[in-house]
Structures are given as structure tokens and as C-alpha cells.
């Protein structure tokens, strides 16, 4: 008799994409809670479906952010938009709500029962970053979940990166700062995973 055998995990399934949009800073350096962004979630979601990561985490406190959230992938997952476009509704079925980095942490690991690394990602030239081959080759050395953190408004807090294992090397740019989230988000990934 034949037994089914599961197929091994790719080292991606490992690696999750994190949207934080609290705490994250203003042009004014205060620790805010951003407003969330519906293209944001849909481009995040399409990211991990095509590098075929564990999912996405939508990181926010406040309800009626987290309405908007359940609104919008309730279309695409279980209302009309489901059979409208089935490719989004796989899409977004990867997508997942947390209040905070915490608790995703939490959830993470009580699901997979393996230690969750963070990942800051960010647009500033910090001292001890990591280029993206080193965490690679981490990701594929290790049995672990992997989180890489995007923050929005004007970046991750001093508070996030102080907790998280490894901060990413930016994108290089020529003198023009100013990537989107979801943007900066498929080159990090393409660097990460897509080159592996």
C-alpha cells in the first residue's frame, strides 16, 4: 500500500511579509499609527503568492482599520470577487491581521512551534545593516520562520529595529529617496528569494 508522502517545504514557505503600520514614524519623526492603504494589501498578498512565501501580516491596532481590512478581503476571498477573479482571491487568502508585531510573533510561533526571526527593512543608512545574500543563506541554514517588516508613513520606529535580528541593507538609489512600500517590498523579495 502507497502512502501519501508530503511534499518537502521550500525554504520560502518559511518567509513571511510583514506591513507595519504601527509603530511607525511621520515627516515629523513622531511614532504614529498609519492609515492602511488597499493597494498596499493586494500588491503585498500578490508578492508572496509569486514567491510563494508563508503569507502576509497586516500589523495595526486600530478597528476601523481593521473594518476596511475585513471589508475588502471578505470581497475578494468569500463575496463576489472570489468568482470574479479567482487569481486575487488566491492571493489574498495568504493575508492575515495582527494588532501588533507582538502578537503576530506570537501567533506564529504557536502555530508552527519554530522561533520567528524579524527582518527590518528600511530606507536610511543604519551602521551594522545586512546585505540580502547573508540573510539568505540564514533563511535556507535554518529550519526557523522568517518575517521581513515593512514599514509605512516614514518608516519602522527605533523601537521595532532595536527588536528585530537583522536590519536589511537599503536599496541603492540615485539622490530620489522615496520608493512605495509595495515597490521597495518586490525588490527586497527578488533579491531575497527570487535570486536564490
Not at 100 to 108: A, G, H, Q, V
Not at 122 to 134: D, I, M, N, Q, S
Not at 138 to 166: A, H, M, P
Request: net charge negative; aromatic share 8%.
Amino acid at each position: 500500500m502507497m502512502m501519501d508522502i508530503a511534499p518537502p517545504e521550500k525554504f520560502t514557505e518559511r518567509v513571511y511579509l510583514a506591513l507595519v503600520h504601527y509603530p511607525v514614524y511621520n515627516k515629523e519623526g513622531e511614532t504614529i499609527a498609519s492609515a492602511l492603504t488597499t493597494v498596499d494589501i493586494h500588491d503585498f498578498s500578490r508578492i508572496a503568492r509569486t514567491y510563494q512565501l508563508g503569507g502576509v501580516w497586516i500589523i495595526t491596532p486600530h478597528q476601523s482599520q481593521k473594518k476596511l481590512f475585513h471589508r475588502m478581503r471578505g470581497h475578494w476571498v468569500n463575496g463576489f470577487g472570489a468568482t470574479y477573479n479567482p487569481t486575487r482571491k488566491d492571493a489574498l487568502q495568504m493575508v492575515s491581521l495582527a494588532d501588533s508585531i507582538d502578537e503576530m510573533t506570537r501567533k506564529l510561533e504557536e502555530s508552527s512551534g519554530k522561533a520567528v526571526h524579524k527582518i527590518a527593512t528600511t530606507a536610511r543608512e543604519l551602521p551594522g545593516t545586512v546585505p540580502a545574500e547573508k540573510i539568505t543563506e540564514t533563511i535556507q541554514d535554518s529550519g526557523d520562520k522568517f518575517v521581513i517588516l515593512f514599514g509605512t508613513g516614514w518608516g519602522l520606529t527605533e523601537t521595532v529595529l532595536e527588536t528585530c535580528d537583522w536590519i536589511l541593507t537599503p536599496i541603492r538609489f540615485n539622490g530620489y529617496n522615496h520608493l512605495s512600500v509595495r515597490s521597495a517590498a518586490s525588490i527586497i523579495c527578488d533579491r531575497l528569494i527570487g535570486e536564490a
